[in-house]
């Protein structure tokens, strides 16, 4: 069955620090994996797509599908990045648009 | 662009009671909307998704007689929420997407508590 896995609950850097958010996946056929961010009181928003492969706010996230991981990365984390992150994975052989969600990760840039 | 709005944003219903929530795409006609259900420190899980003009599409487990889901127009689709019991409440979000490829923008949720 397709499953997405964020293994951190919470994590916490300080301004300036690197930032990796893990996410892992399983799924058969070709994933098409994104990141949503839900900021303190706001509604979910996408934050990246591994199709664009384009840098949203200085984040970057890599398809490796050899591990099977989609890791949102950030060199240089800022306080206002503190926030709640989803991986998500598009079930292409599924029902249009279905996105499978992992449990998120609450990222905290301590200043 | 793109905004999506949910009302009400919080409902709280007696056991037995029926209750709607509507899902709006303020400014874009949304050919697809879907309506996802999370529980406290949980994933947001899907329920079912829209198409505007025809029925549902729900997922394995969700009884489609228990969540009606209306999406009569471009801009509005409905969740009805029937004959709720307290484990009914639960934070449910929707989302809208333009078509069935592109992006899905979400709203802001509804909280539903039932007694």
């Known amino acids: 069955a397709q499953r997405v896995t964020q293994p951190e609950k919470l994590l916490s850097v300080f301004k300036g620090a690197p930032v990796e958010l893990k996410c892992n996946y399983s799924?058969?056929?070709?994933?098409?994996l994104f990141w949503y961010v839900q900021y303190s009181r706001q509604r979910l928003q996408l934050l990246l797509r591994h199709i664009s492969r384009e840098s949203i706010k200085g984040f970057t996230a890599d398809l490796n599908k050899g591990e099977t991981s989609f890791h949102l990365k950030k060199p240089f984390a800022q306080e206002e990045d503190s926030a709640m992150y989803y991986c998500a994975l598009n079930d292409r052989g599924g029902s249009q648009g279905n996105l499978i969600f992992g449990k998120g990760t609450k990222l905290s840039v301590k200043p | 662009g793109a905004v999506v709005s949910q009302h009400p944003s919080w409902v709280i219903c007696k056991s037995g009671t029926s209750v709607k929530i509507e899902c709006r795409s303020l400014d874009f006609q949304a050919t697809t909307m879907f309506w996802y259900r999370q529980f406290p420190k949980q994933s947001l899980m899907l329920m079912a998704t829209?198409?505007?003009?025809?029925?549902?599409?729900?997922e394995q487990g969700v009884e489609k007689d228990k969540f009606l889901i209306n999406h009569a127009s471009l801009t509005l689709s409905t969740l009805t929420v029937t004959s709720a019991h307290p484990e009914d409440s639960s934070f449910y979000i929707c989302s809208a997407a333009r078509t069935e490829q592109e992006t899905q923008y979400f709203g802001p949720g509804t909280r539903l508590l039932v007694l």
């Open positions: 829209s198409n505007e003009g025809s029925k549902a599409t729900y």
């Open positions: 799924y058969s056929g070709s994933p098409e």
